[in-house]
């Protein structure tokens, strides 16, 4: 792709909106274990705790326990702060109260770059996307309009991708031992595949070389919002 961009490097502060736990670690922590790194300094804001995850699992055992599974996490990629809003899991949708609470927590952390998940009705054409993620997605970019000082960038990490963020071998690491520490998730929803295993095939899907790049591999994003 002729005009694909580097992600702006000119900032010091993220804040990373998602609907669900593990959301992070499918998409941007990657991308995150290198901001931290050098140190930016990025949060993480989740409108659930994901309760509804687990097949056959109380939710009131799968919030705490994957809420423990996100903080522990995000701390392997450099994330100190996981703030979680309870909202309901499978049933988040683009509610004034949802938009409300993106905007104060917008406003309260004033970040310079805001990231959240895909938008879009597919990732592929054989992988649609969840409705909580389209609602949410939408909810923020809502919510962002209503800003009256908005933050520099919002940025969705997704397929329709306007701008990459380059990433070494050892942020790759660091995002595989991100997604496997959701260990209990991960188990649960493929009881026949390692972990580990099913943490580095999905990262591998998504920082795939990128010849734009000189083949490094990248995290994918598309920008929404310009200030």
Known sequence: MAD??????????????????D???????????????????VRYALACRGEAGIAGMPAEQAGPL???EQRRSAAIVGVEHVDFWDFPDSDIRNTPELR??????????????VVTIYS?????????????HIEFSNAVADAYDLLSDPPRWL??????????????????????????AH???LSALDPNTP?????????????????????????????KRPR
Request: glycine share 4%; net charge negative; proline share 10%.
């Open 155 to 180: 940025f969705e990490n997704g397929p329709d991708v306007t701008h990459a963020e380059v990433i070494d071998d050892r942020c790759y690491e660091r995002a595989v031992a991100s997604l496997a």
């Open 195 to 223: 972990v580990l295993e099913q943490a580095r095939q999905q990262v591998d899907m998504t920082t795939e070389p990128r010849p734009e790049f000189n083949g490094h591999r990248t995290v994918e994003f598309i920008l």
């Open 183 to 185: 260990e209990v998730y």
């Open 100 to 113: 409300a609470k993106i905007a104060e927590t917008i406003s309260d952390l004033a970040p310079d770059v």
């Open 120 to 132: 879009g009705p597919r990732w592929a054409p054989d992988a649609p996307n969840q409705r909580d």
């Open 23 to 41: 959301d992070p670690e499918y998409g941007v922590a990657a991308a995150v274990a290198k901001w931290t790194a050098s140190g930016k300094t």
């Open 66 to 68: 994957r809420e423990g």
């Open 4 to 21: 694909l961009q580097p992600f702006p490097s000119d900032w010091d502060s993220a804040l990373v909106l998602v609907p669900h736990p």
